[in-house]
């Protein structure tokens, strides 16, 4: 498969993670990779952004490979992610670091650093009654004590500062840092008709809120928050309004944005991967993945961030492969 830079050719048919609108907010480079086949086919792309830090070139991935066909097979993604390596090399790159949380790949490079990691993404083409039944009967119960308790869902545009203090608040207190408000007022107008904000809110004041980037082919969750202690059941609600309200715009998949795959139980990764998996949607698994274009640079970036932040998700959760193929094995 020949590997080409090629033009953004996006449609609502693709992940919004794609779209030019939303890769030249995250950087002042990035574009699309193409594979084609022998017969000079498009066969796949794969969108990529540039991140310039520290004398380094480093590309992160916002969404995994896109097959503009459904013959793809994985052999064929694996030989496609082979040469997109060699093209990045080309370009003067010195790292893939691992991407966004919405980039759940199905494959990897050979020679690349891989954990395994997932999402959970739910059928929005079911009809609303079967999306309903869906959900475990405790959260169906908190959805319905949130709506007696008085709270009621709103969305829009002038909800955007609001949802960024509460986000601001609710990272806050997990010790993590947010981006400035100019930054995420600029990303989320960048989005234009592609972004809802959803917030539950009772009594006038906001209980949850609701961050989500969407085309027809899928919603997603990008940011979600509290206040420190919100109305019993609003997320649920908050979460259940906004399926109900893709599936009738006729959005496909409301996509929940990674989960690590075997928690340990009883951890905040365990509580995280419980609360998503209840609203009743599918556990897709894949990888997260990192690959050196430049050994010494790659090298760098992995010992800083490990000084820095006790290293990246793939450092975190990389020995999970290989328990997966020892078992496999035995």
């Known amino acids: 498969m020949k590997v080409i830079p090629v033009d953004i050719g996006w449609h609502p048919g693709l992940p919004v993670y794609a779209s030019e609108a939303f890769l030249r907010t995250v950087s002042d480079e990035y574009g699309w990779i193409g594979g084609n086949d022998n017969s000079g086919r498009l066969r796949c792309v794969l969108p990529y952004t540039v991140i310039r830090k520290a004398g380094l070139r480093m590309v992160r991935f916002r969404v995994a490979t896109i097959p503009l066909d459904r013959e793809l097979d994985v052999g064929e993604e694996r030989v496609f992610l082979n040469s997109a390596m060699e093209y990045l090399r080309s370009t003067g790159s010195d790292i893939i670091i691992p991407g966004a949380n919405s980039a759940v790949f199905r494959t990897y490079p050979e020679g690349a650093m891989v954990a395994p990691y997932g999402t959970v993404i739910n059928d929005l083409t079911q009809t609303e009654d079967m999306l309903w039944r869906g959900i475990s009967a405790d959260f169906r119960n908190k959805v319905r004590k949130a709506t007696k308790a008085g709270v009621r869902i709103q969305s829009g545009i002038e909800h955007l500062e609001c949802a960024y203090d509460l986000v601001e ?123 050196s274009l430049d050994r010494l640079k790659a090298t760098a970036y992995s010992v800083a961030v490990r000084l820095l932040k006790g290293g990246d998700i793939v450092d975190q959760e990389h020995h999970k492969l290989a328990d997966e193929q020892a078992l496999s094995i035995a």
């Open 169 to 291: 608040e609710t990272l806050k207190r997990s010790d993590v840092t947010f981006r400035t408000y100019d930054e995420f007022k600029r990303i989320l107008l960048a989005l234009g008709e592609n972004v809802r904000i959803f917030v539950a809110e009772r009594d006038g004041i906001v209980q949850a809120c609701l961050v989500s980037p969407f085309s027809a082919y899928a919603a997603y969750s990008w940011y979600t928050a509290t206040r420190s202690e919100p109305v019993t059941g609003a997320m649920h609600l908050l979460q259940w309004e906004a399926m109900r309200q893709f599936r009738d715009m006729g959005v496909e998949s409301f996509n929940f944005q990674g989960v690590r795959i075997c928690p340990q139980k009883g951890s905040k990764q365990d509580g995280i991967l419980n609360f998503k998996m209840r609203f009743g949607g599918t556990l897709v698994q894949g990888y997260v993945w990192k690959y």
